[in-house]
C-alpha cells in the first residue's frame, strides 16, 4: 500500500470523514477479537478444550499483542495509515477462513494469535491517528468516537449472536460474518484513509484556531524527534506509565465480561448463550451513548480529571450491585441489566476522558511520539489483562468444573433422568454389588426391596424400573459416577469464587483514581479557562512571529 501524506490539516467534512473511518477499522477489528467470546461453549466444545486451555488462547493472544502494541509504536516514523490497514486485511482473512478451518485447539491457538498481533497493531496506531485529526479542544469528543469502536464492535458481536444463534447453530457462522464486514471495510479504508505528514502531526494543536501555527511551525521545523529506544525511554517516565498501568487495571472487569460472559451467565444462571448475548446488548449500548455524550461535555467545560474520578465511582457502585448478585441465582435479567447500565455510564463517563487526558500527556511529553506514549498503554493493557485472565482461571477454580464436564453431566442426565433416579434410590451398597455382578440375584431382590419403598410402588413396578437402568450406556453412568459430585460442588462453590473475582475488579477500579493527579489538565473550569485564554495570546504572538520569519 503507497503512503497518501496530508500536507495540510484537512477542512471539517473531510476530518469527519477520516474519523469515520478511523472508527470503521477499529470496530471490525474488535469484531474480530471479541468474537469467539460469542460462542465460547461451542468452539470449547468443538475442540475439546479444557476451559484453562481456551483461557490460554486468550493469554497467549494477549502476550503477543501486547509486544505487537510496543512495536507498533514505529508508527511514528513510519505513520499510521499503512500499519492500520495491513492489520485490518490481515485479520479480516484470519477469521474468515483461517480460524473456522483450524484443524486442531494448536492451531486454532496459533492462529488466534495472530489476530491479537495485528489487534496490538490497530489499538495503538487507531487512537494516535486520531489524535492527529484532533485539537484538544475536541479531544474528548474525538476519544469519545474512537472508543466508540471497541464498544461497538463488542455490541456488533451480542448483537449478531443474539439473533443468529437461534437459526445459525454451527459456531463458524460467527467468523464468517465477521470476516466477510472485515473485508468490506478495509475496501473503504483503502480508498478514504489519510496521514497527516510528519511535521504536522508532531505538533500541539489546542483548537483548529491553532492549525495554521502547527502548519508554520512545521515548516520550520528542521530536527528530527527522537525515535526506537531513545522514544521509547522518553515515554517510560511515571506520568506516561503509572497512568497507563492504573487504567489497565480499571479495566479488569471490563475484560473479564469479554472473555467470561457468556460462560459465567449460562453456569452460573443457566442462561442460554443467546440470552447471555442479548443481556451484554444492555451495556455495549449504553456505553457507545455515553462515550460521545461525556466526551462532547468534558470539552464544553474544558476539564478531564472531575468528569473521570465520577465515572469511575459510578461505574465501581454497578460492580458493586453486579458482585453482590453473583451469589443469588435467583437475580432477574433486568436487575443485572441495570446493573450493566450502571457500569456503562460511568465507564465511558471515565473512559472517553481518560483516553483525551493521557493523549494530551503524551503530547506534553514529545507530540512527535503519541504513536510511541500509546504503544506504552497498549503493552501494559494487553500484559495486565493476559495476567488477569490467567488468574481467573486459578481464583474461579470452580467454573473449569463447570466448563469442562457441566454439559456432559447435564446431557447424560437429561437423556437418562428417570433411570439414574432410579439408580439414586438404591442403597450405595446394593449399587456396588450390582455394578460388580449384574446377576447377582440377591442383589437384585434387595434393589427391588429398596426401590419399592423409596417410590412407594409395588415389587413388579420396582423389578421394571431396575430392568430400565441398563438402557445407561456403561460409559455414561461411569462418567457421571466419576464427575457428577464434583460438578455438584462446583454448582455450589462457582458463585462465591466469581463474587472474589468481582470483588478484586472492585479494587482495581478504585486503585485507578488516584493516578488522575499525574495526568496533564486542571481540576477547575475557571483555571482551565484561564489557561487557554493565555495558550491563545502566546499562539498568536508566536504565529506572527514564524510568519513575520518567513517573510
Known amino acids: 500500500m503507497r503512503t497518501r501524506t496530508l500536507i495540510s490539516f484537512p477542512r471539517p467534512a473531510a476530518r469527519a470523514g477520516h474519523s469515520l473511518l478511523i472508527v470503521l477499522v477499529t ?65 479480516s482473512l484470519l477469521i474468515l477462513v483461517g480460524l473456522p478451518n483450524a484443524g486442531s485447539r494448536t492451531a486454532y491457538l496459533l492462529l488466534f494469535a495472530l489476530v491479537s498481533v495485528t489487534e496490538g497493531v490497530v489499538l495503538t496506531t487507531a487512537p494516535a491517528l486520531m489524535r492527529d485529526f484532533s485539537p484538544q479542544a475536541s479531544r474528548g469528543l474525538a476519544m469519545g468516537v474512537w472508543a466508540f469502536g471497541p464498544v461497538c464492535g463488542s455490541l456488533l458481536v451480542s448483537t ?43 505538533q500541539v494543536v489546542r483548537s ?63 442462561y442460554s448463550t443467546a440470552r447471555a448475548n442479548a443481556l451484554e446488548n444492555w451495556f455495549w449500548g449504553a456505553n457507545a451513548v455515553a462515550l460521545i455524550v461525556f466526551g462532547f461535555l ?9 468528569f473521570i474520578v465520577a465515572g469511575t465511582l459510578i461505574c465501581v457502585s454497578g460492580v458493586i450491585g453486579w458482585t453482590v448478585t453473583a451469589t443469588h441465582r435467583d437475580t432477574g435479567y433486568y436487575t443485572l441489566a441495570g446493573f450493566l447500565l ?18 494530551e500527556t503524551v503530547e506534553e511529553r514529545s507530540p512527535a511520539l503519541v504513536a510511541t506514549g500509546m504503544a506504552v498503554w497498549g503493552w501494559l493493557v494487553r500484559a495486565t489483562v493476559a495476567a488477569a485472565l490467567l488468574s481467573v482461571t486459578f481464583l ?18 437429561a437423556e437418562y433422568a428417570p433411570q439414574l433416579q432410579t439408580l439414586a434410590a438404591i442403597e450405595p451398597a446394593t449399587r456396588s454389588a450390582l455394578r460388580r455382578s449384574p446377576a447377582d440375584a440377591q442383589a437384585r431382590i434387595a434393589a427391588v426391596g429398596q426401590l419399592a419403598r423409596a417410590f412407594h410402588v409395588p415389587p413388579a413396578v420396582a423389578a421394571r424400573r431396575l430392568a430400565a437402568t441398563a438402557q445407561v450406556p456403561a460409559a455414561d453412568l461411569r462418567y457421571v459416577q466419576q464427575h457428577g459430585p464434583e460438578v455438584r460442588r462446583a454448582l455450589a462453590d462457582a458463585p462465591k469464587q466469581w463474587q472474589v473475582w468481582w470483588w478484586i475488579c472492585v479494587g482495581g477500579q478504585l486503585l485507578f483514581i488516584p493516578a488522575t ?29 514564524l510568519v513575520g520569519a518567513d517573510r
Open 298 to 306: 468534558s470539552d464544553r467545560a474544558g476539564v478531564r480529571k472531575p
Open 517 to 545: 493527579w499525574l495526568l496533564r489538565g486542571r481540576w477547575s473550569r475557571q483555571k482551565a479557562r484561564a489557561d487557554a485564554r493565555e495558550a491563545a495570546q502566546r499562539a498568536e504572538v508566536e504565529y506572527r512571529e
Open 160 to 202: 449478531v449472536a443474539s439473533h443468529t444463534l437461534p437459526t445459525h447453530h454451527d459456531w463458524r457462522f460467527q467468523f464468517w460474518v465477521c470476516g466477510s464486514v472485515g473485508l468490506g471495510v478495509f475496501v473503504v479504508a483503502a480508498l478514504g484513509l489519510r496521514d497527516l505528514a510528519p511535521g504536522l502531526r508532531g
Open 396 to 413: 474461579v477454580g470452580a467454573a473449569n468444573t463447570l466448563v469442562d464436564h457441566g454439559p456432559t453431566v447435564a446431557a447424560i442426565r
Open 27 to 91: 470496530v471490525s477489528q474488535y469484531y474480530a477479537l471479541y468474537v469467539q467470546g460469542s460462542v465460547s461453549p461451542a468452539i470449547i466444545a468443538h475442540f475439546g478444550m479444557s476451559l484453562r486451555y481456551y483461557v490460554t488462547v486468550a493469554v497467549v493472544g494477549n502476550a503477543v499483542g501486547a509486544l505487537a502494541s510496543l512495536a507498533a509504536g514505529l508508527a511514528d516514523r513510519w505513520g499510521r495509515t499503512n500499519l492500520m490497514l495491513g492489520g485490518l486485511l490481515a485479520t
Open 342 to 359: 450502571v457500569c456503562a455510564v460511568g465507564g465511558a463517563m471515565a473512559s472517553a476522558n481518560w483516553l483525551a487526558a493521557f493523549s
Open 208 to 270: 483548529v484556531d491553532d492549525e495554521g501555527l502547527a502548519q508554520a511551525r512545521a515548516a520550520a521545523a528542521s530536527e528530527r524527534p527522537p525515535a526506537g529506544r531513545d522514544g521509547l525511554r522518553l515515554m517510560l517516565t511515571p506520568r506516561i506509565v503509572v497512568p497507563a498501568l492504573a487504567y489497565a487495571i480499571f479495566l479488569l472487569f471490563y475484560f473479564s465480561r469479554i472473555a467470561f460472559f457468556v460462560i459465567y451467565l449460562t453456569t452460573n444462571y443457566g
